[in-house]
């Protein structure tokens, strides 16, 4: 059964950076690409991010792009989300997923994943 486990969620200053790792388990990771959603109080799971099986390919939601970075090591079974310049609007809980397609392309619809951690809370203060 596959499984995700996020860690590395807390709080942090505008301003400030976070990283955060998903670790998979009961898959062929490589197999899949990864994505990461975030989802704050009473709003719907938004795109973050997604990285190929490779890890040569990402693509970034809007509202992150050229602040947060992915990246993954298929020998740890890891994806990590690199967060900087952090803004309260961050503020969600963050989740990891695996795509529902192996050998799959990265998507950033919501739906086109089906695995998923437990996520892990991110606030960002002013």
């Known amino acids: 059964q596959a499984q995700l486990v996020e860690s590395g969620g807390g709080s942090v200053q505008v301003g400030g950076s976070l990283r955060l790792s998903c670790v998979a388990s009961g898959l062929t990771f490589s197999d899949y690409p990864m994505g990461w959603f975030r989802q704050a109080p009473g709003k719907e799971r938004e795109f973050v991010g997604a990285?190929?099986?490779?890890?040569?390919?990402?693509q970034y939601g809007d509202s992150v792009k050229g602040r947060f970075v992915i990246s993954r090591d298929n020998w740890k079974n890891t994806v990590i989300l690199q967060m900087n310049s952090l803004k309260p609007e961050d503020t969600a809980v963050y989740y990891c997923?695996?795509?529902?397609?192996?050998?799959?392309?990265?998507?950033?619809?919501?739906?086109?994943?089906?695995?998923w951690g437990q996520g892990t809370q991110v606030t960002v203060s002013s």
């Open positions: 997923g695996a795509h529902r397609r192996r050998w799959g392309g990265t998507s950033r619809q919501v739906d086109d994943y089906d695995t």
């Open positions: 990285i190929a099986r490779s890890g040569g390919y990402t």
